[in-house]
């Protein structure tokens, strides 16, 4: 169902046997998932299917984890998420976590690394507080309003630009769309459109059918922390009992 065989150097990504637990009870139950260069993969399912959890998975915020993580052919299985970042992989929460003290300028600066070569040596996209504040027109008109003085709207492509400033090569974007006015879901496809053009990857934990299939090249849909169906776009659209058994609220 997705192109066989993709060449190593092309795999940002590469999890096997993903497992997660909080406390005694299991969430994830070995999930195997890829993201290439340049790809926008979405992860869907309903509230509750781990979406998030797999997220946090990748990034080393879950205290029990098991299974195998490769990113730009590093093993990160066992890495802390400061360290994860700073190999470059960007992580926007659901929840934002911006600093509500600091301004619109400081939460950026708080995000800045420094500038990044993909492994052939040409250089990875990096961005500055200007390019964000034309990607977010929004914050380009506040750089000195504290983070608390916002819309959830705003926090949103604040966290987004905060996690941009670290130059990474992929972005794990937890449900962008949710509970965000219409205008500001439609800055974050545009956004997704711009990283995926220059070359970032992004794996989107997303419920809204519609946005997903506007912006991503493949889909895995979870169910109970197992992956029930993986594939392009065009093949989840063909799939109407997957989309009417794991994706219709």
């Given amino acids: 169902m997705t192109a066989a065989h ?19 009870a299991q969430i994830l139950f070995d ?19 781990g979406k998030s959890t797999t997220l946090k998975t990748l990034m080393g915020l879950m205290d029990k984890r098991k299974g195998t993580v490769q990113f730009m052919q590093r093993d990160i299985s066992a890495r802390q998420p400061y360290q994860i970042a700073a190999l ?5 929460p659901e929840d934002r976590r911006i600093f509500v003290d600091l301004t619109v300028t400081e939460n950026l600066e708080v ?26 027109p929004n914050l380009g008109e506040m750089p000195d309003r504290p983070g608390g003085r916002m819309s959830g709207g705003e926090q ?15 972005v794990l974007l937890d449900e962008p769309s949710e509970g965000v006015a219409p205008v500001i879901v439609e800055q974050m496809a545009n ?25 991503s090249d493949r889909a895995y849909v979870l169910e109970k922390g197992q992956i029930r169906f993986e594939g392009t776009m065009d093949e989840l659209a063909q799939a109407e009992l997957v989309r009417r058994t794991y994706l219709s609220v």
Avoid at 114 to 125: F, I, L, M, N, Y
Avoid at 156 to 170: A, D, E, I, S, Y
Wanted: glycine share 12%.
């Fill in 6 to 24: 993709p060449d190593p150097a092309d795999v940002l990504l590469d999890a096997h046997g993903l497992c997660a637990w909080y406390g005694a």
């Fill in 31 to 49: 999930l195997n998932l890829q993201v290439r260069r340049g790809e926008v993969v979405a992860l869907m399912g309903r509230n509750g299917a």
């Fill in 156 to 170: 949103q492509m604040l966290t987004v630009g905060r996690t941009l400033m670290g130059n990474p090569f992929l």
């Fill in 88 to 92: 470059g992989m960007g992580f926007v």
């Fill in 111 to 136: 995000g800045r690394q420094p500038p990044r070569r993909w492994p052939d040596g040409s250089a990875a996209p990096r961005w500055t507080p200007q390019e964000l504040y034309q990607l977010f």
């Fill in 191 to 215: 956004m997704i459109s711009e990283l995926k053009a220059k070359g970032v990857s992004i794996l989107l934990s997303e419920q809204n059918l519609h946005f997903a299939e506007l912006l």
